[in-house]
Nanobody, 117 residues
Framework: QLQASGGGLVQPGGSLRLSCAISASMHSFNVMGWYRQTPGKQRELVAARISGGSTDYVDSVKGRFTISTDNAKNTVYLQMNSLKAEDTAVYYC?????????????WGQGTQVTVSS
């Protein structure tokens, strides 16, 4: 239901844009976001967009990453600028729904981002 793309190899200081195509109306989701994970570490929330439009970012990416949505394309983006080696990770898109008081979580497959010279 979620299809992530856009990862790759980029030099430090470079930019990448990740895309997450969702096979449903984005209005049905309460929160959409991006997580990342490196070997041996827990998956961490990088950026989230809450229904209503507010956004939240982990401190380490504030001012560098921007989450946005295109409702017409049912796609969530993560624009990543000024990339650093520590941004290297597998990135996952995520969305959740609240239906009848029950939370449902949906994950896309990961896309590898490698920042290296």
């Amino acid at each position: 239901q979620l299809q992530a793309s856009g990862g790759g190899l980029v030099q430090p200081g470079g930019s990448l844009r990740l895309s997450c195509a969702i096979s449903a109306s984005m209005h049905s989701f309460n929160v959409m976001g991006w997580y990342r994970q490196t070997p041996g570490k827990q998956r961490e929330l990088v950026a989230a967009r809450i229904s209503g439009g507010s956004t939240d970012y982990v401190d380490s990416v504030k001012g560098r990453f921007t989450i946005s949505t295109d409702n017409a394309k049912n796609t969530v983006y993560l624009q990543m600028n000024s990339l650093k080696a520590e941004d290297t990770a597998v990135y996952y898109c995520h969305a959740n729904q609240l239906v009848g008081g029950i939370r449902y979580d949906f994950w896309g497959q990961g896309t590898q981002v490698t920042v290296s010279s």
